[in-house]
């Protein structure tokens, strides 16, 4: 019975290779989000979807996409890794977008680019 | 992207003392300011989060205070235990409402 579920757990690659990760829920939540936290800690809102359509994009090189095939699920596509976008990334759902909605957070997806 | 600061980015108290971590935000469009809890690989999860028509919520061991004034709210953790130790990340609402701004973190540690 998860909630919000990633695939896979964790990822290891080399540089410039091409990877995705699928995060799906199972909440009945009209918005989904990708959230990328770094090896301090800090955790930064990548995008936001509302209903399948891109609600926010928040400076994010465009070697990532997101796409979202229906309302449950929220797949994050990386191309020509680079070092630097190791990290630990988090989808998250909520009911609604407007404030006051409790996000519920996936298990992460640790990413180490080589 | 607006700021929230947050602090001491760690703290260690006792089996039993209270924990108390503070943030500080910009001007935000919503007013609702979440905690989220994060255990070592897990994702953060909420702990308590006030909207602040009062200046106070508890909900059990846990207590947000919020001075809207000094732009300003707080997590208190009454009877601290280990089972506590986690890292807590304060967070206000971004203005389209649909992203978390979430402060640096506080790493608490409970020792028994």
């Known amino acids: 019975d998860t909630a919000v579920s990633q695939t896979p757990k964790y990822l290891v690659t080399q540089m410039g290779n091409d990877k995705s990760i699928k995060c799906e829920q199972n909440l009945g939540h009209d918005t989904m989000y990708w959230y990328k936290q770094d090896s301090k800690k800090f955790l930064k809102i990548m995008f936001s979807?509302?209903?399948?359509?891109?609600?926010i994009n928040e400076t994010v090189p465009n070697r990532f996409s997101p796409k979202s095939p229906d309302k449950a699920h929220l797949n994050l596509h990386i191309n020509s890794l680079e070092l630097g976008d190791s990290a630990v990334y988090f989808c998250?759902?909520?009911?609604?977008?407007?404030?006051?909605?409790?996000?519920?957070f996936g298990p992460g997806t640790r990413l180490t680019v080589l | 992207q607006q700021q929230v600061k947050q602090s001491p980015q760690s703290l260690i108290v006792q089996k039993g003392g209270i924990s108390i971590i503070n943030c500080a935000y910009e001007?935000?469009?919503?007013?609702?300011f979440p905690w989220y809890q994060q255990f070592p690989g897990k994702g953060p999860a909420l702990l308590i989060a006030?909207?602040?028509?009062?200046s106070e919520k508890k909900e059990g061991r846990f207590t947000i205070s919020f001075n809207k004034s000094a732009k300003q709210f707080s997590l208190h953790i009454m009877d601290s235990q280990p089972g506590d130790s986690a890292t807590y990340f304060c967070?206000?609402?971004?203005?389209?409402?649909?992203?978390?701004?979430f402060g640096k973190g506080t790493s608490l540690l409970v020792t028994p």
């Open positions: 998250a759902s909520s009911r609604m977008g407007g404030g006051h909605n409790e996000q519920f």
């Open positions: 001007n935000t469009a919503f007013d609702y």
């Open positions: 979807y509302n209903n399948k359509e891109l609600i």
């Open positions: 006030i909207r602040p028509d009062v």
């Open positions: 967070a206000s609402l971004s203005n389209s409402g649909y992203a978390l701004n």
